[in-house]
């Protein structure tokens, strides 16, 4: 990973025992992951014929708790800098600025 957000399909139930948990979290999906998450692989059958897609989307309800959201804390200290400094309403000028400080720690 480069700092950005996966989305996980874990049918197994074993992937977090793969992460480096000083680094990220491993988190159940939200509403708004799993609305998400959807679209991406209902746009992945749409463009590949995918049957595991198919397969994926056909049972959605089951297959959605099978996925994991691994959030990079760094990341995660980011964007909370940033949705505080938006609603304190701040200019972008000063918002670059905590987003830069909370990126080096």
Same mark, same amino acid.
């Given at each position: 990973m480069s700092g950005g957000i996966a989305y996980v399909h874990d049918p197994s139930g074993t992937f977090t025992t793969?992460?480096?948990h000083e680094m990220v979290d491993v988190e159940p999906l939200t509403d708004d992951d799993r #609305? @998400?998450?959807y679209s991406v692989? %209902? $746009?992945h059958? #749409?463009?590949t014929g995918s049957p595991v897609a198919a397969r994926v989307l056909d049972d959605w309800i089951l297959e959605a708790a099978m @996925? =994991?959201?691994v959030m990079p804390r760094d990341y =995660? =200290?980011?964007l909370d800098v940033m949705t505080a %400094? #938006? %609603?304190?309403g701040l200019p972008e000028e000063e918002? $670059?600025? =905590?987003v830069m400080a909370a990126a080096h720690g």
């Open positions: 793969l992460v480096n #609305e @998400f998450v692989v %209902a $746009l059958r #749409e463009h @996925f =994991r959201k =995660r =200290r980011v %400094a #938006e %609603a304190d918002t $670059l600025g =905590r």
